[in-house]
């Protein structure tokens, strides 16, 4: 069984599109996460959210919104597709009190052209 | 702030010990991770620290100085499959966790 699960792998998009990618984790996590892999594959934060808070890193635009319809789904959605939106997208969870371990989606490829 | 810095490249021969290091400064620390991700794959975790010392996992281990704001990893045995990027992360207070660019490790023959 994929304990998180992405979808989907790939997206290519036009810029100025609206485009959401959808993560679910089995875990029974009560903690998930979106991070940004640009490509010199600078791992990055974007998200931290739980059913008390949601944390965002300070530098991703409003254009990018996490959506948490249940604690086994973070999806994000990303409006006004840009070019410099390109990167692989990794959804991840963990439990709030071991938030160092986390285990990750297979990540999404996206493509803004 | 946070800043983390470890070697972009390193190469080692196949049943060597290679160490990679990690210096990083934090406001507040909860700990120092270790992850591993293969080229094209998701990062898995590897270990964590946050007492000092040198903490053992089969051929891996990681070391960290909470003084000297340094960490290693330090990979025995090494084998073509350790081929990969070794992430250092840390956690400061209240906040995620913070990645730092990676060790794109090149294990050779």
């Known amino acids: 069984d994929t304990a998180v699960s992405q979808t989907p792998k790939y997206l290519v998009t036009q810029m100025g599109n609206d485009k959401s990618i959808k993560c679910e984790q089995n875990l029974g996590h009560d903690t998930m996460y979106w991070y940004k892999q640009d490509s010199k594959k600078f791992l990055k934060i974007m998200f931290s959210?739980?059913?008390?808070?949601?944390?965002i890193n300070e530098t991703v635009p409003n254009r990018f919104s996490p959506k948490s319809p249940d604690k086994a789904h973070l999806n994000l959605h990303i409006n006004s597709l840009e070019l410099g939106d390109s990167a692989v997208y990794f959804c991840a969870s963990s439990q709030a009190h071991k938030s160092y371990e986390q285990y990750f989606g297979p990540g999404t490829r996206l493509t803004v052209t | 702030g946070q800043n983390i810095d470890q070697p972009t490249e390193m190469t080692a021969t196949e049943g060597a010990i290679v160490q990679i290091n990690c210096t990083y400064q934090t406001s507040g620390f909860n700990g120092l991770f270790w992850y591993q991700q293969h080229a094209g794959e998701a990062p898995t975790f590897l270990s964590y620290n946050v007492l000092d010392g040198l903490e053992e996992k089969g051929r891996f281990s990681s070391f960290l100085s909470r003084s000297k704001g340094y960490s290693y990893l330090l990979l025995k045995e090494l084998q073509m499959k350790d081929s990969a990027s070794y992430l250092c992360a840390v956690s400061p207070l209240g906040t995620p966790l913070v990645f730092g660019k990676g060790t794109r490790l090149s294990v050779i023959a």
């Open positions: 959210y739980n059913n008390k808070e949601l944390i």
